[in-house]
């Protein structure tokens, strides 16, 4: 039996992860270094980890309800309107996921029906038009631009509105571009929003990295606020990847109907997880603070150092990555990569990874020490020298 | 330039080169410069010291903590008698303290027959000392911030993830 004829169209239709592609050359590279993780340097710190080993000690093994426990969705609720001003119920507005991965993907699958269309900027996080898909629906793609720094404008977003528009995906600050959105800009987009009752799925999994200003959340918009789902989680606030815990906060209509999947496919999140984050909730603000002045430094470090190279690059507000025009170099964004790699053993992340419109440029993490950071600007400026 | 960040980023790593803090801070070297300066004028940079771990050398070397009980005076309360305990150089530290003792010092030497000598023949002979207790460190676990009995560990990261 063939066992390839027998897989889902749907599934057959998904292109493999340009990271994962990508992933799989870097690894062939002995000694080569990094600037490709998606994922904070810091280890979780001390407190919370401890709070998952004693609920593990005190033998809280079982499953939770399948919303999450009732003290976590308190925590999360208090500390969005803490930081962020956004006041949800946590009985009825709030579930708890494995990962934002998760909370993408149940997100998609509850609002969906074969042939919506989803409005997805580009370049964008690499598992938005999976999830889109594999839900039934159909993505239509925004281009971002960096003459924009990669936010949307209201002329961009009333191009991509049709008849069958559904919703639109979100994630500012971002992942690739470490764009973010401020209130203004997002006050253009509202009336948008409202008058074609677009659903907005917003992925706030980098609120807590703001280097300048406040996080704004398109849900402080009252207007709209009953379209609007919150993803989120404790991965990269709290150094949590590994944990896999996070988070959606919404009108009740939509809570009620993700977690009916998530309650079929996954039952709960890991409960020691879950008690780990309620200590990140409670007593984690200090840590993430630590981290957002490291990550600021680093990112000054990170951006200079490009642009002292000749590669453009736009100083990012949010989250801990640059994305660096490399148009300059005549190469496109999977040869510059794979050169680097190549003659100098340094990996970096192509922007097709993230979508065609990615095309030009590079994801470069800045989730690295200085000195990491030191030795791998060293490193390109050897190959830009050498292609002089 | 934020000055707690300036700080805060030489408490991890005072070898920073002023050139790259001035970049991480989105400042010029100068106005780096001037400010390590008065930080250094007032006092509140007291040092660049290096964190070493003696017990990963040859170097023989005993540290011992030591709880000091005074009688404070009527004008100067603990500072003079303090002034004479910590102008020793073997006083690597030195607190005054609520609890049982009125001082804890830290002291280094090179034997324990050193920091003995040094208790019997000159801090417990200071006017004013009614009493000493020691306790010799056997390990340090962890010093200024450092953990200083674990290996680093190997990076546990993927070298691309999304």
């Known amino acids: 039996m063939d066992n390839s004829k027998k897989l889902s169209t749907l599934v057959n239709t998904i292109k493999p992860s340009g990271i994962r592609k990508f992933f799989d050359v870097a690894k062939q590279v002995e000694g080569a270094i990094s600037l490709g993780v998606g994922e904070p340097d810091f280890d979780t ?94 993505c239509k793609h925004l281009e971002l631009t960096s003459e924009h720094e ?92 590994g944990w896999r815990l996070g988070y959606i906060l919404g ?48 990112r000054n470090f990170i951006v200079e150092g490009f642009n002292k190279l000749g590669l453009n690059t736009h100083m990012p507000k949010g989250a801990f990555y640059i994305f660096p025009d490399i148009r300059s170099t005549g190469l496109t964004s999977e040869q510059f990569c794979e050169e680097l790699l190549k003659d100098q053993k340094v990996a970096c992340v192509p922007g097709t990874a993230f979508g065609e419109a990615g095309e030009g440029f590079i994801r470069v993490s800045y989730a690295y020490s200085i000195d990491e950071i030191k030795i791998a600007l060293d490193r390109i400026e050897n190959f830009l020298n050498k292609r002089k | ?56 050398t040859h170097n023989e070397k005993v540290t011992s903590i030591i709880y000091v009980d005074a009688i404070p005076q009527r004008d100067s309360g603990y500072d003079a008698i303090a002034r004479k305990i910590y102008n020793y150089p073997e006083v690597e530290s030195m607190y005054l303290t609520s609890g049982k003792s009125d001082f804890i010092l830290t002291v280094h030497g090179k034997t324990m027959k050193e920091i003995a000598n040094f208790i019997a023949t000159k801090l417990a002979c200071i006017d004013g000392v009614t009493s000493t207790s020691t306790l010799f460190v056997l390990q340090t676990y962890k010093y200024n911030g450092v953990i200083m009995c674990e290996e680093e560990k190997p990076n546990e990261r993927l070298l691309i993830t999304p």
């Open chain 1, 45 to 138: 710190p001390w407190h919370i980890r401890e709070a998952a080993i004693y609920a593990i000690e005190t033998g809280k093994t079982t499953y939770t309800e399948n919303a999450g426990l009732l003290e976590l969705r308190e925590e999360i609720c208090k500390y969005q309107e803490r930081r962020f001003g956004l006041t949800y119920d946590p009985q009825n507005e709030a579930l708890v996921t494995v990962g934002g991965s998760e909370a993408i993907d149940t997100c998609f699958r509850a609002i969906l029906n074969p042939g919506d269309e989803v409005i997805v900027p580009m370049p964008s996080y690499v598992a938005y038009e999976p999830a889109v898909i594999l839900a039934g629906g159909v």
């Open chain 1, 150 to 241: 990669f936010k949307i404008t209201k002329e961009m977003l009333l191009s991509c509105i049709s008849d069958k528009t559904k919703a639109i995906l979100l994630n500012y600050p971002s992942n690739p571009t470490g764009g973010t959105m401020s209130k203004q800009d997002y006050a253009e987009l509202v009336p948008i929003i409202k008058e074609h009752e677009l659903i907005v799925i917003s992925d706030e999994i980098y609120a807590d990295l703001i280097y300048e200003g406040k996080h704004t959340s398109l849900a402080c918009f009252d207007e709209i606020k009953e379209q609007v789902i919150i993803i989120s989680g404790c991965s990269k606030a709290f150094a949590m990847t």
């Open chain 1, 251 to 298: 009108n009740k209509t939509f809570i009620q109907a993700i977690t009916k999947i998530h309650q079929y496919t996954i039952m709960c999140a890991p409960i020691m997880s879950q008690y780990a984050a309620i200590e990140g909730f409670k007593s984690g603000e200090n840590n993430v603070e630590e981290m957002r002045i490291a990550y600021k430094g680093r």
């Open chain 2, 1 to 56: 330039m934020n000055d707690m960040e300036l700080l805060s980023f030489l408490e991890t790593n005072a070898r920073y080169e002023t050139k790259d803090l001035a970049v991480i801070l989105q400042t010029d070297e100068k106005e780096v410069l001037d400010k390590l300066a008065a930080f250094e004028k007032d006092k509140i940079i007291c040092g660049y010291h290096t964190i070493i771990n003696w017990d990963k």
